[in-house]
């Protein structure tokens, strides 16, 4: 297994240190999705807070093979890139997940990512033991950051339920959406710096509501 460490950028460590954490599910380092996926992480910043951006694609893992081990115990038998996000997605304030719309869903690496927190699953549904703390679940909020080629309205549709369903399993409030479709037309995000400052506005108001709600 190799050494995941993760490096929260931002504000003064001596500083309340919310921390917010970006995961990009394209497999496109610089693309459109991470683009806006870097603009919500400096609005956060702005606002006060440390920030890490998580490429899915730079990780190594396996997909979850139902070994269960995770039934009874805080993490998984697979050693993988993995095991170290387990502690940063608990300790974490807030998330940011930034992906494209890959076949009416979401990539496959990013769907194998969140199939491995079944062992936040287990903890919180069979054994009644959340792995994230009380007094980081009362504030924990999640954005989703969503880009589609096609312009048709149930584009997100199921891109939605499996964000849905992952926040709700890591205790994550589903708080706010930007989701941009017709990007086979629009073809370079930045060529709509509306839509570039909306995540800008979205990350810091994540981040300044931790400190509105944490004085």
């Known amino acids: ?20 954490a970006g995961l990009l599910g394209s497999p496109l ?23 890490e951006r998580i490429d899915v694609g730079d990780l190594v893992f396996r997909p979850c093979r139902e070994i269960f081990y995770c ?21 974490l304030d807030s998330l940011i997940v930034a992906t494209p719309v890959m076949t009416m869903g979401i990539p496959g690496a990013l769907k194998s990512f969140m199939d491995r927190f079944q062992v936040f699953f ?6 009644n033991s959340p792995l994230v703390p009380e007094e980081k679940r009362a504030h924990r909020r999640g954005l989703y950051i969503g880009i589609a080629g096609m312009n048709v309205p149930y584009v997100f549709d199921g891109a939605k339920l499996t964000m ?19 990007m086979d037309t629009i073809r370079d995000i930045t060529t709509r710096p509306d839509i ?7 990350g810091f108001r994540l981040g300044e509501l931790l400190f509105e709600k944490n004085p």
């Open 29 to 51: 380092a610089g693309g459109n999705t991470a683009k806006l996926l870097d603009q919500a992480l400096l609005g956060a910043r702005d606002a006060g807070c440390e920030v």
């Open 1 to 20: 297994m190799r050494t995941i460490a993760v490096k929260w950028m931002g504000v003064d460590s001596s500083s309340m240190g919310f921390r917010i």
């Open 196 to 202: 570039m400052d909306e995540a800008y506005r979205k």
């Open 71 to 91: 039934r009874e115990h805080g993490t998984c038998a697979m050693k993988d890139d993995m095991i170290p996000l387990y502690r940063t997605f608990a300790e």
């Open 122 to 127: 287990m903890a919180k549904y069979m054994r």
């Open 164 to 182: 849905k369903a992952f926040f709700s399993i890591i205790d994550v409030e589903y708080w706010d959406e930007l989701l941009t479709r017709d």
